[in-house]
């Protein structure tokens, strides 16, 4: 067993490398340092399994190295000593996770008995951190599915669970991704999985149980790079691919309203024939009941009535969010609220969703122009379409008929 001995009195330190036979009591030589510093340079180093350092020191008293000692090598069993018997100090020692507080001086018999007792506590620790490698990745699993679907009891159950796993609760943005392609070829979807966790590094995914992918990010992703997913998987594998995003959020407490916003996007999107939509951060996803489920609300129903109204008249080129408003004898900026609300997304980028998605079958049908199209759709200008198209697609009308009509 390697030991680590820190004391700012050199005498004090050098005294100890001879007080005890560290060989006959089954330790390599001591390790001394006289700093904290010099102490946590040689734990880098040498990675002691035991240290035992003095309460009182000029640069940083003992219990503040185990408070370091603790968080960044959690397997290292600490013993303080001090000269005086101070409850306060054994409560910070035992806060800080000491094993041992012990009073000076510390006898030879006392000595070798407590590094007997302590070679016992690093074999428990070593058994227990050999129990925790194979059982971790269960662990992991089980603290991002309880985040992802809100299946705990308190706040302090799931930061526990985050010190035992070593997963960083620290960040501003926290994203669920979801990702779903039409095949059932397992080896494929395998391939499809590799790209995106290579691309997009998440920091944990999941399968569904209806075959989709659940993926955490610390990062969002753009229109361009879903596209580029999309037109990739299907150019290797033609295999077509969906991406839903969830809204982002500002803790991984917050982690099941993206999720659930997510799963509304690709509501949506089906509805809608999309291949991609990311969902509006101010979208309520504690409270927001399924698309078109019986009315319970009036706001409720003003939202369907207004879906219905888009569905319907979406091809009409003079169709506009008043118009709609007007109809249903509400504001156009409270029909805005009602729909990001219910439905994840916004009214207007639904319309456009409906158009691209008319216009996909059409392009495919091949008995129309491009300019046909365009007017069919909704679009008085056929320039304007093109770029929607790509805007929604990653690629024109006439790309998408020679790439064999991906996400058609």
């Given at each position: 067993?390697?030991?680590?001995?820190?004391?700012?009195?050199?005498?004090?330190?050098?005294?100890?490398?001879?007080?005890?036979?560290?060989?006959?009591?089954?330790?390599?030589?001591?390790?001394?340092?006289?700093?904290?510093?010099?102490?946590?340079?040689?734990?880098?180093?040498?990675?002691?399994?035991?240290?035992?350092?003095?309460?009182?020191?000029?640069?940083m008293?003992?219990?503040?190295?185990?408070?370091?000692?603790?968080?960044?090598?959690?397997?290292?069993?600490?013993?303080?000593?001090?000269?005086?018997?101070?409850?306060?100090?054994?409560?910070?020692?035992?806060?800080?996770?000491?094993?041992?507080?012990?009073?000076k001086?510390?006898?030879?018999?006392?000595?070798?008995?407590?590094?007997?007792?302590?070679?016992?506590?690093?074999?428990?620790?070593?058994?227990?951190?050999?129990?925790?490698?194979?059982?971790?990745?269960?662990?992991?699993?089980s603290?991002w599915?309880?985040?992802?679907?809100?299946?705990?009891?308190?706040?302090?159950?799931?930061?526990?669970?985050?010190?035992?796993?070593?997963?960083?609760?620290?960040?501003?943005?926290?994203?669920?991704?979801?990702?779903?392609?039409?095949?059932?070829?397992?080896?494929?979807?395998?391939?499809?999985?590799?790209?995106?966790?290579?691309?997009?590094?998440?920091?944990?995914?999941?399968?569904?149980?209806?075959?989709?992918?659940?993926?955490?990010?610390?990062?969002?992703?753009?229109?361009a790079?879903?596209?580029?997913?999309?037109?990739?998987?299907?150019?290797?594998?033609?295999?077509?691919?969906?991406?839903?995003?969830?809204?982002p959020?500002?803790?991984?407490?917050?982690?099941?309203e993206?999720?659930?916003?997510?799963?509304?996007?690709?509501?949506l999107?089906?509805?809608?024939?999309?291949?991609?939509?990311?969902?509006?951060?101010?979208?309520?996803?504690?409270?927001?009941?399924?698309?078109?489920?019986?009315?319970?609300?009036?706001?409720?129903?003003?939202?369907?009535?207004?879906?219905?109204?888009?569905?319907?008249?979406?091809?009409?080129?003079?169709?506009?969010?008043?118009?709609?408003?007007?109809?249903?004898?509400?504001?156009q900026?409270?029909?805005?609220?009602?729909?990001?609300?219910?439905?994840?997304a916004?009214?207007a980028?639904?319309?456009?969703?409906?158009?691209?998605?008319?216009?996909?079958?059409?392009?495919?049908?091949?008995?129309?122009?491009?300019?046909?199209?365009?007017?069919?759709?909704?679009?008085?200008?056929?320039?304007y379409?093109?770029?929607?198209?790509?805007?929604?697609?990653?690629?024109?009308?006439?790309?998408?008929?020679?790439?064999?009509?991906?996400?058609?």
């Amino acid at each position: 067993m390697k030991v680590l001995f820190v004391d700012d009195e050199r005498i004090v330190s050098e005294g100890m490398r001879s007080v005890i036979d560290w060989r006959k009591n089954g330790c390599a030589p001591l390790l001394v340092a006289e700093t904290v510093r010099q102490a946590l340079d040689m734990i880098d180093l040498h990675q002691p399994e035991l240290v035992i350092t003095d309460v009182n020191m000029n640069e940083m008293d003992g219990i503040e190295l185990a408070t370091i000692i603790r968080e960044r090598y959690p397997e290292i069993v600490v013993v303080v000593l001090s000269g005086y018997e101070s409850f306060s100090y054994a409560r910070r020692a035992l806060e800080a996770g000491v094993v041992k507080y012990l009073l000076k001086p510390l006898y030879p018999a006392e000595l070798e008995n407590l590094i007997a007792e302590m070679r016992t506590e690093v074999q428990v620790r070593k058994a227990s951190r050999k129990e925790m490698d194979i059982y971790k990745p269960i662990a992991i699993e089980s603290l991002w599915r309880s985040l992802l679907y809100r299946h705990y009891n308190s706040r302090d159950e799931i930061e526990s669970k985050l010190l035992q796993t070593e997963i960083n609760p620290d960040g501003s943005y926290w994203q669920v991704a979801l990702f779903e392609c039409d095949t059932k070829n397992n080896n494929v979807r395998l391939e499809i999985l590799h790209i995106l966790r290579g691309t997009l590094c998440p920091l944990f995914d999941i399968e569904e149980p209806d075959g989709s992918w659940l993926l955490v990010l610390c990062r969002e992703i753009d229109a361009a790079e879903s596209a580029l997913l999309s037109q990739q998987t299907h150019s290797r594998f033609g295999v077509n691919l969906r991406l839903s995003m969830g809204s982002p959020v500002d803790s991984l407490f917050k982690l099941h309203e993206s999720e659930r916003n997510a799963k509304r996007s690709r509501s949506l999107q089906q509805r809608a024939g999309m291949s991609s939509l990311t969902a509006w951060p101010d979208a309520d996803c504690d409270d927001i009941p399924p698309a078109l489920e019986t009315d319970k609300t009036e706001s409720q129903r003003l939202a369907n009535k207004a879906l219905l109204i888009l569905e319907r008249e979406f091809r009409n080129q003079t169709l506009s969010l008043s118009d709609v408003a007007q109809q249903l004898h509400i504001s156009q900026a409270y029909l805005s609220r009602l729909f990001k609300k219910y439905f994840g997304a916004g009214a207007a980028e639904y319309i456009t969703a409906l158009r691209i998605a008319e216009a996909k079958k059409l392009l495919k049908a091949g008995a129309q122009k491009q300019s046909e199209i365009a007017f069919n759709v909704g679009y008085a200008n056929v320039y304007y379409f093109s770029t929607q198209f790509k805007k929604a697609t990653g690629m024109t009308p006439g790309e998408y008929k020679r790439e064999g009509y991906p996400n058609a």
